[in-house]
């Protein structure tokens, strides 16, 4: 078929897909429709293609089918030779090789690609009628070749003259009106002559060479049908190569486009939540420095009420740093034996508070199972998904238990609440999606989002069923161990104990935002300490003297108001001073490259806006850590 490949005509091809181009309906909307007409065009096109790359691929054969021909030719006149008039047998080949020639010539003067309907015909024609005078060529053979008397000549013409007709089949059979005039051309002669001579054996043979001939066509069409769809399919197939390499090429645009648009969102989150965590993490100091100076019940009750506010939007942010921490691809899980019932109490006693205020049962069975993964990336999934359950759940109450499957120990969260529709499975693991009309005040729709990134990080499968009106259930498996193998040590999600006092303490503060700046030398001044506080690299510089001996802790944005970033400050001041101070970087940028720049550092690490609890304690641990040499 590579003949048949090669011979595909660049004219008819684009003729046939303005066909398809004209037959689609632009005021069709959604779905293109083909009207009868254009339907009619598009296979005319077609039938022009194939018949295009069939008479190519036959004037492609013509030299190889000649070698072929002269070879039969010759056979014929040496079995002949002593039998018929030398003169004639030459005439005959003479007339066979100019034949030949003017095929041959034919070969050279095809263009090799038919550009229009009108040229294929033209050259059908110009082989059907060589086939026909060559055929007559060979049928003459039976006027001067039959010797009468002699069946042993007599049979060996007729077997000569149905050869070279059944070779002939596979070459002239991709053109039926050529395979048509050929072997009538050729047998036709020699089954009247045998009819004529009389004789019973000779009628039975004229009659069996009629019904082989009959049957040469039937052959010669059902080839000919073959390589046609064959043909056709290969055009079939390359229209369907080309219209899903089209929907690839869409596809991955539409990828590229998604990945363009995500890209431009984690970029517009992390410039948004930069710029909004600096006043979220200023008003979360202040209103705790104002809880702490009030001492009138009713405003320290308004002030409650508005460090609750700010510490709802805390948690908003840290969703949001979870998820651009996951996709930076900065959490790494370490993994340890631990047992789930620890985990489960935890979580159950720090939601415990939001389920009684809904008058919701939140319980779990208790279970001396372990399991081998991550806990504090465990604890993030199950405390997320206890908290969607509870915020969906209007009565009745929420169920987490465990329960050992064989090599895994499976988890899972049950709820009586609103339930899940079909449809909306899957999106509830986006960012943003909300399945049910909830109040924003309880969330974004950022738990389920974080619960699979999560997820695929630990190599968890998370499987979820649903009923509309009866609730869900969450479950996922985690590799089952022994609980032997657990080693009870210190629970390192615990915030460090407040054991170290700030009082006489000097902390170097590194930020451009002057509110941050003073909300954090408030905050400090509360618990004792002295702040020095500095916009920038330059300025923390020139102010160390007032520390009036070496800091005990240096407290660092990222993003500060000169060239330099924390990181450098930190390092810089270290250098000035010949000391290894204790620092850690406090900051509302959540990029991807911003938070590995910083986790490579080693330095200590929090997000903006950070509690004042939170701060407190890292403050202490990091005056406990104390100034070490530089080295």
Not at 83 to 94: K, S
Not at 312 to 326: G, M, P, V, W
Not at 334 to 359: H, I, M, W, Y
């Given at each position: 078929m590579s003949a048949v490949k090669s011979a595909v005509s660049p004219a008819v091809e684009p003729a046939f897909e303005s066909a398809v181009e004209s037959a689609i309906s632009p005021e069709s909307g959604a779905t293109a429709q083909l009207d009868s007409a254009a339907r009619q065009e598009i296979e005319r096109m077609r039938r022009a293609q194939v018949r295009a790359d069939l008479i190519a691929s036959i004037y492609s054969h013509i030299p190889r089918s000649s070698m072929g021909v002269v070879a039969g030719a010759l056979t014929v006149a040496w079995g002949m030779w002593g039998?018929?008039?030398?003169?004639?047998?030459?005439?005959?080949?003479?007339a066979i090789g100019a034949v030949l020639v003017w095929r041959l010539w034919l070969h050279r003067a095809f263009p090799g690609q038919l550009r229009e309907e009108q040229h294929i015909a033209h050259w059908e024609r110009h082989w059907t009628l060589s086939t026909a005078v060559h055929g007559a060529v060979w049928g003459s053979s039976a006027a001067f070749m039959y010797i009468p008397g002699s069946p042993e000549y007599q049979a060996l013409l007729l077997v000569a003259l149905f050869a070279i007709s059944t070779a002939a089949v596979p070459l002239i059979g991709r053109h039926l009106p050529?395979?048509?005039?050929?072997?009538?051309?050729?047998?036709?002669?020699?089954?009247?002559?045998?009819?004529?001579?009389?004789?019973?054996?000779?009628?039975?043979?004229?009659?069996?060479?009629?019904?082989?001939?009959?049957?040469?066509?039937?052959?010669?069409?059902?080839?000919?049908?073959?390589?046609?769809?064959?043909?056709?399919r290969q055009y079939e197939n390359i229209d369907l190569i080309a219209q899903l390499t089209e929907q690839k090429a869409e596809a991955d645009a539409a990828r590229r486009e998604a990945d363009r648009a995500n890209l431009m969102k984690t970029r517009f989150l992390a410039a948004a939540s930069h710029d909004l965590r600096q006043p979220m993490h200023a008003l979360g100091l202040?209103?705790?420095?104002?809880?702490?100076?009030?001492?009138?019940?009713?405003?320290?009750?308004?002030?409650?009420?508005?460090?609750?506010?700010?510490?709802?939007?805390?948690?908003?942010?840290?969703?949001?740093?979870?998820?651009?921490?996951?996709?930076a691809g900065i959490v790494q899980a370490?993994?340890?034996?631990?047992?789930?019932?620890?985990?489960?109490?935890?979580?159950?006693?720090?939601?415990?508070?939001?389920?009684?205020?809904?008058?919701?049962?939140?319980?779990?069975?208790?279970?001396?199972?372990?399991?081998?993964?991550?806990?504090?990336?465990?604890?993030?999934?199950?405390?997320?998904l206890v908290n969607n359950a509870i915020r969906y759940t209007d009565r009745g109450k929420?169920?987490?238990?465990?329960?050992?499957?064989?090599?895994?120990v499976r988890v899972e969260v049950w709820d009586t609440g609103v339930g899940i529709a079909p449809d909306k499975r899957e999106r509830i693991f986006e960012e943003f999606y909300q399945a049910a009309e909830r109040d924003r005040r309880e969330g974004l729709g950022l738990g389920l989002a974080i619960v699979r990134r999560v997820a695929r990080l630990l190599?968890?499968?998370?499987?979820?069923?649903?009923?509309?009106?009866?609730?869900s259930v969450f479950r996922f498996a985690l590799p089952r161990c022994d609980p032997a193998r657990v080693v009870?040590?210190?629970?390192?999600?615990?915030?460090?104990?407040?054991?170290?006092?700030?009082?006489?303490?000097?902390?170097?503060?590194?930020?451009?935002?002057?509110?941050?700046?003073?909300?954090?030398?408030?905050?400090?001044?509360?618990?004792?300490?002295?702040?020095?506080?500095?916009?920038?690299?330059?300025?923390?510089?020139?102010?160390?003297?007032?520390?009036?001996?070496?800091?005990?802790?240096?407290?660092?944005?990222?993003?500060?108001?000169?060239?330099?970033?924390?990181?450098?400050?930190?390092?810089?001041?270290?250098?000035?001073?010949?000391?290894?101070?204790?620092?850690?970087?406090?900051?509302?940028?959540?990029?991807?490259?911003?938070?590995?720049?910083?986790?490579?550092?080693?330095?200590?690490?929090?997000?903006?806006?950070?509690?004042?609890?939170?701060?407190?304690?890292?403050?202490?641990?990091?005056?406990?850590?104390?100034?070490?040499?530089?080295?």
């Open positions: 039998q018929v008039l030398h003169v004639a047998l030459l005439l005959w080949l003479g050529s395979l048509y005039a050929f072997v009538l051309t050729v047998l036709v002669p020699i089954i009247l002559r045998l009819a004529l001579e009389g004789g019973a054996v000779r009628i039975l043979l004229a009659v069996i060479s009629a019904l082989v001939m009959y049957g040469i066509f039937l052959f010669g069409r059902e080839l000919n049908r073959t390589i046609t769809d064959s043909v056709r202040f209103s705790d420095s104002l809880r702490r100076r009030i001492v009138e019940p009713q405003q320290r009750a308004l002030a409650d009420r508005v460090c609750e506010s700010a510490q709802a939007l805390e948690k908003t942010f840290d969703a949001l740093l979870d998820i651009s921490r996951l996709d370490n993994t340890e034996p631990f047992l789930l019932q620890t985990l489960l109490e935890r979580v159950l006693d720090d939601c415990g508070s939001e389920a009684a205020a809904k008058a919701i049962t939140l319980r779990t069975m208790r279970t001396g199972l372990a399991a081998h993964s991550d806990p504090v990336l465990v604890e993030r999934i199950l405390r997320n929420v169920l987490v238990g465990c329960r050992a499957c064989g090599a895994t190599q968890v499968e998370l499987s979820l069923q649903s009923t509309l009106g009866r609730g009870r040590a210190h629970d390192s999600a615990e915030s460090p104990a407040a054991s170290v006092s700030l009082k006489q303490a000097v902390v170097l503060v590194i930020d451009d935002d002057p509110a941050v700046r003073e909300a954090m030398a408030e905050s400090l001044r509360l618990w004792g300490a002295r702040a020095v506080t500095a916009k920038s690299l330059g300025c923390a510089l020139e102010r160390l003297p007032e520390c009036g001996r070496y800091p005990d802790a240096i407290v660092s944005d990222f993003r500060l108001g000169d060239e330099h970033n924390g990181l450098e400050a930190v390092a810089r001041i270290r250098h000035e001073l010949g000391i290894d101070v204790p620092a850690m970087i406090v900051t509302g940028d959540t990029a991807p490259r911003c938070l590995r720049v910083i986790q490579a550092s080693g330095l200590r690490y929090l997000p903006k806006p950070v509690t004042p609890e939170r701060l407190l304690a890292e403050l202490q641990s990091l005056v406990e850590e104390g100034s070490k040499p530089l080295v």
